[in-house]
């Protein structure tokens, strides 16, 4: 696509929702719908998903992403990093009017389709920044929460994220099926990065198949939770 993401090909169109997507996203639904066909279109065609997802964006990509919104506390700061498409800080966004999310991309055919995303879907309680999270962090930005999917190892992606958080705020980490053995082994070094209540989540059961796993880590401070619990609607792992 030559133009901007909000020059939706009629022609192609993402699939219709699943009867789930209206209980999940509710009024918010028609937004979700031109996001979807932007991430169908545009976002396939500027290699930022693969074809082959575009078939099956809401169970893998979208709905995959709303449903970790309840993990996230009422009018939180949230960092979305390695945001790529939008998944999941933009879903959130959208979910979500009470928070205010940053995308922090360091890619800019990636930021530019973020801000035509942004720009088409009138949702204000977002931006886009374009560096890496090392690089955000050194602004000190004392976030509440913070995202990633399918960005870096876990060791790695704390090592980033952690400084970005402030003292008991949270990284959510969405994750695939080695989750729990990456958890396992990173344990020892999250302790020394000041990460506590490091545990697995699984939300999205009955809603999304796959459900979601998350992995859930807070940064230093007294804990809001006890370890092993969620207090948030999602269940341990």
Known sequence: MTGSAADVSRETRAPDPPAAALAVFGDRLPVMLRYADLLATAGAERGLIGPREVPRVWERHLLNCAVIEELVPPGAKVDDVGSGAGLPGLVLAVQRPDVSVTL??????????????????????????RMQAQERARARPSRDVVTARAV???????????????????????????????????????????????????????????????VRIQRGGSAPWAAGRTGAGGKPA
């Open 104 to 129: 922090v991309e360091p890619l800019l055919r990636r930021t530019v389709f973020l801000q035509e995303a942004i720009d088409a879907l009138g949702v204000t309680n977002v931006t886009v920044t």
């Open 152 to 214: 870096a190892p876990l060791e790695r992606l704390a090592g980033w994220c952690l400084p970005l958080l402030r003292q008991g705020g949270v990284l959510l980490a969405l994750k695939g099926a080695a989750a729990a053995d990456e958890l396992r082994a990173a344990r020892p070094s999250l302790q020394a990065m000041g990460g506590v209540c490091a545990e697995l989540i699984i939300v999205g059961e009955g809603v999304v198949d796959p459900p979601t796993t998350v």
